[in-house]
């Protein structure tokens, strides 16, 4: 556990004094939500289904800018390498990393609560909010896997358009796709949408869990399954 | 006495490219051990499978009797890398103190940093240090957690003289305490002065294992060069023990197999020669030697 907490202290100097990386992961989740909140509906159910498409794409983008690409980049360092030669398990630097995303994503779920309820006065009772925060990180989960996953296969030149380009994808399929026809079906499967479904069940009782349950399931065992099989592959080389 | 590492019929290939041809040597403790060969001739792929980074293509390496991909075995292995780059924002200090965390029974930080002296720069950012402090701060990690064995890549380049030489005091220094450092180097000089054993390699294949006299000798034309200030003419040719000469204004170069008897036959013939220089083989020569 020691050691966990050494590697957490490592990524989070790295991060807390790179200012580009704290002004993407940190600031443009918030300043996002306060740019495009004019276009919301007056209405207090279409505020609340903004937010917390907000504070799960908050958690998003950690996942997939700062860890999966953190991961792309640094793989081939020589730091990385040198790491690998201290008498550690993977498993340490693992779960060391994944405090640090944990870490940044309660900071971002807290800075897009304040400027949520305290500037934009989005209508949230604290029973609701504790929820959002519960299923923003467990939803988390597939997506820090979905992020070490494609951090360890693409390589450091590539992995800045491929992340920006998905966290858009996903962030703008989870509510911007009609629910009809075949976008109806492709919205289905994505992750971020099921994610949402699953955070408003507590403001729109109505909503069943079982497809969102499903969905994140399946998502998290896949990269699961993709996420070992592609860092043993690394390791052999 | 058993082993702490031993390579046996190590193979390695890169698609159709062999890196490694049956690699085999045990290294035991207080060894100072230095893997010679030119560019390309398997050091860094072998050093990176004594570090559980790569993997044998066949054959078996093992570290105190472990797979070194097993990361207890590498509790008593300290190593440096051969190209640093440090991660931003991160200070020496910290660094420091994340490797001493990983060891069981470490030095000191104070004392790696006044061995070291890395005192001046301890607060500054580690990757905005010049290249001489990056690698200093490099080999002071590979020694930080007081392993058994050392794993250096090429340790002093980059280093200035005075860094060089508190480095080489400091390894003989620990290879007296028990401990095994194994290196790569390109400055033949050092390893001279401090190698108890060396390994050449060539195309991945083991052609040397021996002392540092053991290379001299099999690499060495034998011959050994005499050099001397000469006024008059003599006649070499007609010298029993002079194998081959040359004349450049007043100097004279023979090459003799029996300098003593060369020096003899001189003094025999009254030729006064003044500041005699006698030049034997060095590292140098020879593993430009074993190198063609």
């Known amino acids: ?214 969905c994140l399931g399946v998502y998290t065992v896949v990269f699961a399954f993709l996420f070992q099989k592609i860092y043993s592959r690394g390791q052999k080389t | 006495m058993s082993a702490w590492l031993r390579f046996e019929g190590v193979h390695k290939f890169y698609g159709q490219k062999q890196v490694l041809n049956d690699v085999s040597f045990s290294v035991h403790k207080s060894e100072i051990i230095a893997l010679l060969g030119v560019n390309g001739a398997g050091k860094t792929t072998a050093i990176k499978m004594m570090l559980g980074q790569e993997i044998p293509t066949s054959g078996t390496v093992s570290l105190f009797g472990m797979n070194p991909k097993i990361y207890t075995s590498r509790n008593k292995v300290g190593a440096t890398p051969q190209n640093v780059d440090f991660p931003e924002g991160i200070k020496v200090r910290e660094i420091l103190e994340f490797v001493h965390g990983h060891y069981t029974s470490p030095h000191a930080v104070s004392f790696i940093v006044e061995v070291f002296e890395l005192g001046s720069f301890l607060e500054d950012r580690a990757s905005r240090l010049s290249g001489g402090q990056k690698r200093r701060l490099a080999i002071a990690l590979a020694f930080i957690g007081n392993p058994d064995i050392i794993f250096l890549d090429e340790p002093t380049t980059g280093l200035d003289v005075g860094a060089r030489k508190i480095l080489w005091e400091f390894i003989k220094k620990e290879s007296k305490s028990g401990k095994t450092i194994f290196l790569t180097t390109h400055y033949l000089e050092e390893i001279e002065q401090v190698a108890s054993r060396v390994i050449f390699l060539q195309h991945g294949h083991i052609k040397i294992d021996g002392t540092v006299d053991d290379i001299k000798k099999i690499a060495s034309s034998a011959l050994i060069k005499v050099s001397f200030i000469l006024e008059n003419e003599v006649n070499f040719s007609e010298f029993n023990f002079c194998e081959n000469y040359a004349r450049v204004e007043e100097k004279v170069f023979l090459e003799t197999f029996e300098p003593d008897n060369l020096l003899r036959e001189l003094v025999q013939k009254n030729i006064n020669f003044k500041n005699l220089a006698i030049e034997r083989e060095n590292l140098e020569s020879a593993f430009l030697n074993l190198s063609k």
């Open chain 1, 1 to 214: 556990m020691r050691l966990v907490l050494s590697y957490f202290k490592i990524y989070f100097l790295t991060t807390i004094r790179n200012t580009p990386a704290l002004f993407f992961t940190l600031i443009f989740p918030p300043l996002l939500l306060l740019m495009t909140s004019h276009q919301w509906g007056t209405k207090d159910q279409d505020k609340i289904e903004a937010f917390v498409v907000f504070l799960n794409y908050s958690i998003q983008t950690v996942s997939l800018m700062l860890l999966g690409m953190g991961v792309s980049q640094e793989k081939n360092s020589e730091w990385s390498k040198y790491k690998r030669t201290l008498p550690t398990s993977v498993s340490t630097m693992v779960f060391g990393r994944m405090l640090h995303t944990l870490f940044l994503c309660v900071i971002n779920l807290t800075t897009i609560s304040i400027v949520g309820i305290l500037i934009l006065s989005i209508p949230v009772s604290l029973v609701q909010l504790s929820y959002f925060f519960v299923v923003a990180l467990l939803g988390a989960i597939p997506m820090v896997l979905m992020g070490m996953t494609l951090g360890y296969a693409a390589n450091p030149e590539s992995s800045r358009s491929i992340f920006t380009l998905l966290n858009l994808l996903l962030l703008f399929g989870s509510f911007s796709l009609p629910a009809s026809g075949i976008f109806y079906f492709i919205k289905q499967g994505i992750p971020t949408y099921q994610w949402m479904l699953l955070s408003l069940k507590v403001v729109e009782p109505e909503i069943s869990v079982i497809s969102p349950l499903i």
